[in-house]
């Protein structure tokens, strides 16, 4: 079985909107969450699409769901955790309450602000984490990477050929990540930002998949003016 994770659960205060998380705001007509949470809609390939977001916004995302594309059994929404692997593993509770899976079942998690992730990229992600357990979708980094410890001096310069630039989905074999995740020490989970590094560090494999550059991340004001632009060009 295969399931998709769309993750909603952060308030967007980057943003600069107070009214509402940054998901919920328009790109071209309609929120950016609908246009990310359709890509996985029409992909055949999976069992249920969970959206997680924040408690008080359930109903209202499921308002927009309904609205936008119809009442689906394929679509559920629920509420997020207080970080995002706290996120991350209220999906795969809810899968497990509802779903009786086995070693093979994969979860793609993606960010409800990259709406515009490709067929591709998610079908590879499914492969790749069929095939080894886990995988991150990546591209070459194209700036020189600067590494400073105290915010003031470089403390290193990496070579920029070993160097990439992390996206979503990152994709894991369910049961093997809820594995890892309990392997974790209490401050180990803290200092978590990225599902991928709890394979990592428990020395397990996590695999490269291709991102590409306009699966970008709506963080700044300046992105949504990126993004408009990139979905005027889809068109």
Same mark, same amino acid.
């Given at each position: 079985m295969i399931f998709a994770a769309v993750l909603a659960g952060g308030?967007?205060?980057?943003?600069g909107n107070e009214e509402k998380p940054k998901q919920y705001m328009l790109l071209g007509n309609k929120p950016i969450i609908l246009h990310t949470i359709e890509k996985f809609h029409i992909h055949q390939d999976f069992e249920k699409v969970i959206v997680l977001c924040p408690k008080q916004w359930i109903n209202y995302t499921q308002d927009l769901v309904d609205k936008h594309i119809g009442k689906s059994n394929h679509i559920?929404? =629920?509420e997020g955790g207080n970080t995002r692997?706290?996120?991350?593993?209220?999906? =795969?509770y809810y899968i497990e309450d509802n779903y009786d899976i086995d070693a093979e079942a994969v979860l793609v998690t993606h960010d409800s602000v990259r709406p515009f992730v490709t067929h591709r990229i998610i079908k590879e992600n499914i492969e790749c984490a069929l095939k080894y357990q886990a995988c991150d979708t990546v591209i070459p980094a194209t700036d020189t990477i600067v590494s400073s410890q105290d915010g003031v001096t470089i403390q290193d310069i990496p070579n920029r050929k070993v160097m990439y630039q992390g996206q979503t989905p990152q994709s894991f074999r369910i049961l093997k990540l809820k594995e890892l995740y309990h392997k974790l020490t209490d401050e180990e989970r803290m200092v978590l930002t990225d599902a991928a590094k709890i394979f990592t560090l428990n020395q397990e494999k996590v695999y490269l998949v291709d991102g590409d550059v306009t699966n970008i991340k709506i963080t700044y004001p300046y992105d949504l003016k990126v993004a408009n632009t990139i979905l005027q060009g889809n068109r």
């Open positions: 308030m967007g205060s980057r943003m559920v929404v =629920i692997n706290e996120t991350i593993m209220n999906a =795969i």
